[in-house]
């Protein structure tokens, strides 16, 4: 069954610093990889998805994920976090297996240090 | 255009009374999810609708939860003799592709509070 492993609750960083959030997943043949960010009082958007091809993919709001099969990964980062960053992101997996469900990680919540 | 709408976006209910739960999708968009997030979890898959049919409903917790969708737009969650551990925030989505071809659209929930 696919499962996905956020391990991180909560993280802190400083703004203008590197952040990576981790995402781990499990799944039997090549997933369907997202990343949604949930705003405070906002609705879930749409940060990255991975289908296939190159296995570094760019998204909105500056982040980029890098799928790793070997690691069965898929790290969000981005280069300089902004206050406006601080959110909860989501890492979700989707597979042909089933059409219809993506299984959602259990979030990680982001707060940027002044 | 308009998003994805749900209402109401809060609602208060008795412990043994029954709730209705509304989703708008937008408009055109096939693929219709509902989830459910409780505090501190991410979000649970409860059922998901192709047109009007459900060719999924495995994430539903009990049988007091049905949902239904009607010409193939507004969706109905409901939940008969709540229960306190029903308290969360459900969430609707709506694709215009099964989820694993296209974004879902998220709208910004219904809380439900069970006193």
């Known amino acids: 069954a696919q499962s996905v492993t956020q391990p991180d609750i909560h993280i802190t960083v400083s703004e203008g610093a590197s952040l990576e959030l981790r995402c781990n997943y499990s799944y039997g043949a090549t997933p369907y990889l997202f990343w949604y960010v949930q705003s405070p009082g906002q609705g879930l958007q749409l940060l990255l998805k991975y289908f296939s091809g190159d296995t570094l993919v760019q998204g909105i709001k500056g982040f980029e994920a890098e799928f790793k099969r070997s690691q069965s990964s898929f790290n969000l980062r981005k280069p300089s976090v902004h206050w406006s960053d601080a959110a909860e992101y989501f890492c979700?997996?989707?597979?042909?297996?089933?059409?219809?469900?993506?299984?959602f990680g259990s979030g990680t919540r982001l707060s940027i240090r002044p | 255009g308009a998003g994805v709408s749900q209402s109401p976006s809060n609602k208060v209910t008795e412990k043994g009374k029954d709730v209705e739960l509304r989703c708008d999708p937008i408009s055109g968009h096939t693929a219709l999810y509902w989830y459910r997030q409780s505090l501190g979890q991410g979000l649970e898959f409860l059922i998901y609708?192709?047109?009007?049919?459900?060719?999924?409903k495995s994430g539903l917790p009990s049988d007091r939860f049905s949902a239904e969708r009607t010409g193939g737009s507004v969706s109905t969650l409901t939940i008969q003799r709540t229960q306190q551990e029903d308290s969360a925030v459900y969430l609707c989505a709506s694709s215009s592709q099964p989820a694993f071809f296209d974004e879902q659209y998220f709208g910004p929930g219904t809380r439900l509070t069970v006193t």
């Open positions: 979700a997996v989707g597979g042909s297996s089933s059409a219809s469900k993506i299984i």
């Open positions: 609708f192709q047109g009007n049919s459900a060719p999924d």
